[in-house]
């Protein structure tokens, strides 16, 4: 047990002196502010409170810790009651009707209002103090008429995420942090969270300025020693698995170039640690065929060896030395792909398994494996889209990109049949003074209006979609007739509803406004837009103001 | 009833006039069915032929949806499995425990699907009262459950705790027990029913929240959601499921979700089949397979429609099969005749004289069948009515028959097809439709009778085939005959014994090329397939009363489920009558004072230029009123003469009763007139208005501009 809080603090120790140095004497109100990795704080702040109340004289009698989550306490309510329950270590059942906690079984209510709050916690200090003495009584009957001083609670609340509280609770943002002074009781409210306090802080100075821990981003060498002395204690099969003790120098290296690889990505030691718990079964696999081939040639060969054949020895230089070689490309689109999220660790994982009995393979016929091709089932997944909604997102596009000035030049038909006017590319290298123009696909999507969207629909259906439509029916005779009465339809507003319910499109103005159209703004890439494009036979970039 | 409010307080912006007319009116149109009576309906021939309807609907529908479910069943049990196992065998080493999210991307069938899941789910808690056999407990959240988080949270805790069959609800306080949006209650729940029922670790039932059309879910309050749930994973083992049709590759999940979010899941994606290939899977094995008989069959209108609905307006097989709904109900609601489908009437019913008309009708067409086709029916004309009643079910038998060979043919030739992709050939260019390409599309063909020339290439192809290929072939259509139904198959025994004869036929020793014998018995073979593949897909319109099993060339229409929303609203205001009574005034043509106010003023409006003077535009409106009233008078005035200075008749509408009864030249009536016509004008400018037709530009005073021009009449 020891041996986990020490690997759990490792890069965190001087939160660790510091809180456990404050809360033997704290200061009524600590922020914690770690940009990072925020859960790695709150789950060692946690694991402090635990041995902090364990060392502490007269132990969970004479202190208490309460750890609450300003997300999932979203009212006030909630966040009453947790912190209730957690410092009475209250855990409601279901058969008394998931009763809190109370001193009778018809108590008062505490969870009403803010009142009721401060009653609660000078109810559950005085049950506390009770139970105590009453401890104590128990222990030393000696002492019993003597009156202690010792005999106070100490209280710690913390609150997790705590920035969540400015939206959720704003008014209780000022009293939780003058909670002691409210209150008048030993207590200390303890916020953590990852934006600063100044961003969160109530105006007029309206709460007492907290103490302040900031949480300083790890190093590398920390992260790498932190990641390495959590491998011992998540190896408890006695199987040679991935995480077998002998493999510990192997995955020390193994972490070690991942840190180098991923480090100027991200520094938060979950997400490296994450990374590595999907990359190491599969770097460590080669070693343990080849063990496990060993094993079976040996019992083959001699049945007398017994166990002395099957311990895994650690892998020699040379072995360790191959695996880099043939791993570490894989390390960075492991970053690339987990990193955001574009796949889970247990599906990269075994979607990159390596070939079975690698090391007995020859150098060269070692093959790369290719990665989760994200890019192939691109190609695949608009095709469920129909031809009519595929139009409607290049309209958009093309909407969203071009300015409207350009409309008509892009799609303007003269009586002639002019081929349409472009714009005259500037000559380059002649920069005028002032602001330089940002290009448009840099700006992002402009939004534009419904009817703006129908009309280049329409264009671009008279000019590509001729002739794999059903023939027009013949009392059309105006051209551009046709199209004109089927960009009025009703499938096509369902279809651009549906596409902004997908978030293909996004609706900018607000639904209840019914007066004017709505507007609305292209929520696709120029790739996405590309590649429907290609399907449709629409030349993109021919109708891009500012092509690529 | 109310008092007539006070109009004149200003201080009143809005003023509720109930509607004082029956109601009866309503009421009676409500109960009556929707198919039309026609003249040549048997007495009680739109009942019969809802009854037909009914069941050849169903049965279709029936067999639809089986299909579909078929096709669903492979992916559901896919899921059902991830979820099982979304707990065990977790990924050793991980930082923090992750919320196994099962992410379905159902593009085509939006709800059947998450439906059919969540049948999967809660068929294993019904079949087994045990729990320690459960696997799991669901509730679905829908997007309206979730207008905050309070109610989010309350409505998945409720899903799962409201089961009195597995725990009893205790009586709880709610003022001073946990809330009931507290994720504490459902941790509290769970550990009751992990003791009451002695749960193991690994048999603990898996608690999953189905959340149905996720994409309308606000993704503020899921993250909420989920960060709130994953603070208590493996705890409590929630999985949730998510239903979504947007397309899977711009996933919706990372577009919409930030990284903190996405890293407290694990999200495994499972893509329901999708697209055209779903739609083709689906109207082969209804229409177009041996197996199965719906008794109406599509004709290639409709199969057409069907097919470009789906592939460029709106990919989804509900819509699809909404379409066949249509085409069905047309069907039965345009042909009289239908009510022959399944059955025959008995010779009493028919024999009635109120049957007479359609009588006349069903010899004129058996007439005309008759006289297009050569006999080879060689029934005699049917002079009694028995033998009537014997002419049609034999027609019946004869269509079906005619259908079975028609789905025979189009299985063999898209055997025969595929025969000749797998050879190396190119075969029928059946990819390279422009607009892309579907077995579907040459199934319409078939129907029309087009595909000769295509079956004509594919025997000359066969012509040439080696004598190894040739074996190859002959040996799947034996296949093929072989797995016909029974039934069918002795239908067919002609063909079966040629394919036999011509497997004996060829030579044992394929290696020895013995070409003349190969090719004299490819030759023949491939003739016979033409001659044979052209006799069973002969066209289903030369068979007696095909109308009644065929919807044939009949347009589908489609305006009904894709209007043009524009085109619609200016037809109404163009020409109004159109809609009011639909058969009567074909081709009559309404001067403009005999229109609707709305449409008088609509019809100036198009006469304008494009900034417009209302009191101009009121002028003009005015000048019609008073045709109008000219008419009316003109036309009351010998009635007048008639009821002798009675009030004028109510037949007219209201508007008439207030304008035709005035007197002539009265100073108070002229007066009235004037604010009535003011009224009138302002209440048909609001409707423009409000229909949107005019801007309100504040440009120049008095004037609106318009908005809508060429108007092509």
């Known amino acids: 047990m020891e041996d986990v809080s020490e690997a759990h603090y490792i890069g965190y120790e001087e939160l660790v002196t510091d809180l456990s140095t404050l809360l033997t004497y704290p200061p009524p109100f600590i922020y914690i502010n770690d940009p990072i990795s925020p859960r790695t704080t709150s789950m060692i702040v946690d694991s402090i409170f635990e041995k902090f109340i364990e060392e502490f004289p007269g132990g969970s009698s004479s202190i208490r810790a309460a750890k609450v989550n300003a997300i999932s306490c979203f009212s006030a309510r909630l966040l009453y009651d947790s912190i209730l329950n957690s410092l009475a270590s209250w855990e409601a059942q279901w058969d008394d009707g998931c009763a809190n906690w109370n001193i009778e079984d018809d108590g008062p209510r505490w969870n009403e209002n803010f009142d009721g709050f401060i009653h609660g916690l000078h109810a559950l200090c005085a049950y506390l103090q009770d139970e105590k003495a009453r401890k104590k009584g128990k222990g030393k009957q000696k002492q019993k008429s003597t009156e202690y001083e010792g005999d106070d609670v100490r209280l710690i609340i913390a609150i997790e995420r705590a920035e969540r509280l400015k939206d959720n609770l704003p008014e209780l943002l000022v009293p939780l942090t003058r909670l002691a002074e409210l209150a008048r009781i030993d207590l200390t409210v303890i916020f953590i969270s990852d934006v600063q306090w100044e961003d969160i802080r109530p105006p007029l100075g309206a709460s007492p300025d907290p103490f302040f821990i900031d949480v300083l981003p790890l190093t590398k060498e920390t992260i790498t020693n932190r990641i390495c002395s959590k491998f011992s204690y998540t190896s408890d099969d006695l199987e040679p698995g991935p995480y077998h003790p002998s493999l510990k120098g192997l995955y020390s290296h193994f972490i070690s170039v991942l840190c180098d690889v991923c480090f100027p990505f991200t520094n938060d030691p979950q997400e490296l640690e994450y990374i590595a718990a999907a990359r190491w079964p599969g770097f460590v696999q080669p070693v343990l065929d080849e063990h496990r081939r060993k094993v079976t040639s040996e019992s083959e060969n001699e049945m007398n060896e017994g166990d002395a054949g099957s311990t895994l020895h650690p892998p020699t230089e040379d072995v360790r030395m191959r695996l880099s070689r043939i791993f570490n490309s894989s390390l960075n689109s492991a970053m690339e792909e987990l990193y955001p999220r574009l796949t889970n660790a247990t599906e990269w994982a075994s979607a990159n398994q390596p070939k079975s009995d690698l090391l007995a393979k020859p150098p060269g016929e070692v093959m790369k494996r290719g990665t989760l091709g994200s890019s192939l089932d691109k190609d695949e997944g608009m095709k469920s889209l129909s031809r009519m909604s595929k139009f409607i997102l290049v309209a958009a596009f093309i909407a969203s990109t071009n300015p409207t000035k350009s409309d008509l030049r892009m799609f303007g038909r003269g009586l002639d049949e002019k081929k349409r006017k472009r714009r005259a590319t500037k000559a380059t290298g002649k920069t005028k003074g002032g602001p330089a123009k940002i290009p448009q696909r840099l700006v992002g999507p402009v939004q534009f209006p419904l009817d703006r969207l129908l009309a280049i629909l329409g264009a671009l259906l008279e000019e590509n979609d001729v002739e794999s439509r059903p023939p027009a029916p013949p009392e059309y005779t105006i051209p551009g007739e046709y199209t004109d009465m089927e960009t009025g339809r009703i499938g096509i507003y369902s279809s651009i509803m549906k596409l902004t319910s997908m978030r293909l499109l996004h609706r900018m103005s607000h639904p209840d406004r019914i007066d004017g159209p709505p507007a609305l703004k292209c929520g696709i890439s120029y790739d996405v837009a590309l590649l429907l494009a290609k399907q449709l036979d629409i030349p993109l970039n021919d109708l891009m103001w500012d092509p690529i | ?713």
Not at chain 2, 102 to 131: H, M, Q, Y
Not at chain 2, 216 to 228: A, M
Not at chain 2, 670 to 679: G, I, L, Y
């Open chain 2, 1 to 713: 009833m109310t008092s007539i409010p006070n109009l004149d307080d200003i201080n009143q912006t809005a003023y509720y006039i109930p509607f004082s007319g029956s109601a009866d009116d309503e009421a009676g149109n409500a109960i009556s069915l929707p198919l039309q009576r026609s003249k040549n309906d048997l007495p009680d021939g739109d009942g019969m032929r809802l009854d037909a309807y009914m069941k050849a609907w169903r049965k279709t529908l029936d067999r639809m949806q089986s299909l579909i479910r078929a096709l669903h069943a492979p992916v559901v049990e896919q899921v059902i499995k991830k979820v099982h196992n979304s707990y065990t065998n977790v990924l050793p080493g991980l930082p923090y425990p992750e919320l196994p999210v099962v992410c379905i991307t159902n593009p085509t069938s939006s709800s059947s699907f998450i439906n059919d899941v969540a049948v999967r789910l809660d068929s294993t808690e019904l079949d087994k009262g045990d729990l320690p056999d459960i696997p799991f407990l669901s509730t679905s959240l829908y997007p309206t459950d979730c207008g905050n988080i309070t109610s989010a949270m309350k409505a998945v805790i409720g899903g799962f705790v409201d089961r009195p069959e597995l725990l009893m609800k205790v009586k709880r306080k709610p003022t001073t027990s946990l809330a009931s949006h507290d994720i504490e209650m459902l941790v509290a729940w769970y550990k009751s029913i992990r003791e009451t029922y002695n749960v193991t670790a690994l048999s603990q039932p898996k608690l999953v929240v189905i959340m149905h059309d996720f994409e309308e879910f606000d993704p503020g309050i899921v993250q909420d959601l989920f960060y709130i749930c994953s603070l208590h994973v493996p705890r409590l083992p929630l999985v949730f499921m998510l239903s979504l049709s947007s397309p899977p590759s711009p996933s919706y999940l990372q577009l919409t979700y930030p990284r903190s979010t996405m890293a407290l899941l694990r999200t495994h994606k499972f893509d329901v089949p999708s697209g055209i290939k779903i739609l083709e899977e689906v109207v082969l094995k209804t229409y177009f397979d041996p197996e199965f008989e719906p008794d109406v069959m599509i004709g290639p209108t409709t199969l057409k429609h069907l097919i470009d609905n789906f592939t460029r307006q709106n990919s989804s097989l509900e819509a699809s099969i909404s379409i066949l709904h249509l085409a069905h109900l047309k069907h039965f609601s345009t042909e009289p005749l239908t009510f022959l489908t399944q059955s025959t009437p008995s010779s009493d019913t028919l024999s009635h004289p109120s049957s007479f008309h359609t009588l006349d009708d069903l010899l004129t067409r058996l007439q005309g069948s008759a006289q297009s086709t050569d006999k080879e029916q060689g029934a005699d004309w049917p002079d009694t009515i028995p033998a009537l009643i014997a002419t049609i079910d034999y027609a019946r038998t004869t269509f079906y028959s005619r259908i079975r060979r028609l789905r025979i043919g189009s299985r063999l030739i898209q055997l025969v097809q595929k025969f000749m992709k797998t050879q190396g050939y190119k075969g029928l260019d059946w990819d390279q439709r422009p607009g892309g390409s579907s077995i579907l599309d040459v199934m319409v063909d078939i129907l029309r009778g087009k595909l000769g020339a295509g079956v004509k290439f594919l025997g000359t192809m066969v012509k040439k085939l080696k004598a190894r290929q040739l074996s190859v072939l002959l040996e799947e259509i034996h296949i093929f005959f072989q797995t016909l139904p029974t039934a069918l198959r002795s239908n067919e025994e002609e063909a079966r014994e040629k394919i036999m004869a011509s497997r004996s036929a060829l030579p044992e020793q394929m290696d020895i090329d013995i070409s003349a014998i190969s090719s004299q018995l490819a030759e023949s073979i491939g003739e016979w397939l033409v001659e044979y593949l052209n006799n069973l897909l002969r066209p289903l319109e030369e068979t007696a009363l095909w109308e009644v099993w065929y919807t044939g060339l009949s347009p589908f229409p489609s305006d009904l489920m894709n209007p043009s929303v524009r085109a619609s609203m200016l037809a109404g205001l163009l020409r109004p009558y159109d809609f009011v009574d639909s058969d009567d005034s074909e081709g009559v043509t309404h001067s403009l004072s005999e229109l609707p106010d709305t449409s008088i003023l609509f019809r100036r409006y198009l006469d304008s230029g494009k900034m417009i003077n209302v009191y101009d535009w009121f002028e003009s409106f005015q000048l019609e009123l008073e045709t109008q009233r000219k008419h009316l008078r003109k036309k009351l005035a010998p009635e007048a003469i008639k009821v002798e200075r009675g009030s004028p008749k109510k037949g007219k509408g209201k508007r008439e009763v207030t304008s035709g009864g005035d007197p002539l030249e009265d100073d108070d009536g002229e007066e009235k007139w004037r604010v009535e016509v003011q009224a009138r004008f302002m209440r048909a400018l609001q409707e423009l208005d409000y229909l949107g037709f005019i801007k309100h530009t504040g440009r120049k005073a008095d004037h609106v501009q318009r908005i809508v021009y060429d108007i092509h009449d």
